[in-house]
């Protein structure tokens, strides 16, 4: 079998990675290939790497995220109350590790969402599921399951995330159908996975909103029970970056 060959079936066999590092080390002069040994090492090591990669796109590609968002592009400072040290606190995302949730509260355009979604962007990269819902889409996707008989199987997705982002929680109206599904959403997930949430509404507030009394203590009990609060303040930065 001659190289070329063995490039072929290394791709057949969907070893993309060792396949480049094979034809990499094989386009070598015969004197500067690698041993046999180190050759192997560095094929795995390849193919390992080109598995995360792969892996990491397919996690950015379905959740969905509002914004390409970097954490190293958030802006930080004391006039925000959220400085570098508080950044770098959340940066390793080991709220998702501790199945915990974050709930960030702002003025709008004070960049909740871009820093939801570059906490997001930071989970895929380290191998969490992660799944992004605008509030409003929300609501209508829960009635629309309802409609369809969609519901169960809606409810079933959502519990393979690691991690769900709620943004512009606190805008849309919240009906009964909402709520019970929000209830159950968290049910599932309490002490198993995580959850961001980011409202325009002080987060004192966030009971009054969801309305049902009963339906709203056992909501805010799951959420605020293992959550860290982030408090975003200072102007908009959309009328920042016009000016």
């Known amino acids: 079998m001659n190289l ?54 397919m996690y950015l590609k379905i959740s969905k995220l509002r914004y390409t968002a970097l954490l190293e592009d958030v802006i930080c400072g004391t006039d925000r109350n959220f400085t570098k040290d508080d950044l770098a606190a959340i940066a390793d995302c080991a709220f998702i590790r501790r199945h915990g949730n974050l709930l960030i509260q702002g003025k709008c355009g004070c960049g909740k969402s871009f820093l939801a979604c570059a906490l997001g962007r930071q989970a895929c990269m380290l191998g969490y599921r992660t799944l992004y819902l605008n509030m409003n889409s929300f609501v209508e ?42 209830l159950q959403i968290l049910e599932e997930r309490y002490e198993r996975k995580s959850v961001i949430i980011a409202s325009q509404l002080p987060i004192a507030k966030w009971y009054d909103y969801i309305g049902d009394p009963t339906l709203a203590d056992a909501i805010m009990d799951r959420l605020v029970a293992n959550a860290s609060k982030i408090e975003l303040k200072g102007d908009s930065m959309r009328q920042k970056l016009k000016k």
Request: proline content about 3%.
């Open 4 to 57: 070329q060959e063995t490039i072929i079936q290394l791709n057949e066999l969907k070893l993309r990675g060792m396949s480049s590092s094979f034809e990499a080390m094989t386009s070598l002069p015969v004197q500067n290939r690698p041993s046999l040994e180190v050759a192997i090492s560095k094929m795995v090591d390849a193919e390992v790497q080109d598995r995360r990669d792969r892996k990491t796109a």
């Open 141 to 182: 996707k829960v009635a629309l399951s309802k409609l369809d008989g969609s519901y169960l199987k809606m409810i079933t997705n959502l519990e393979k995330y690691d991690l769900l982002i709620w943004d512009d929680f606190g805008l849309q109206p919240m009906d009964d159908k909402t709520r019970l599904a929000m």
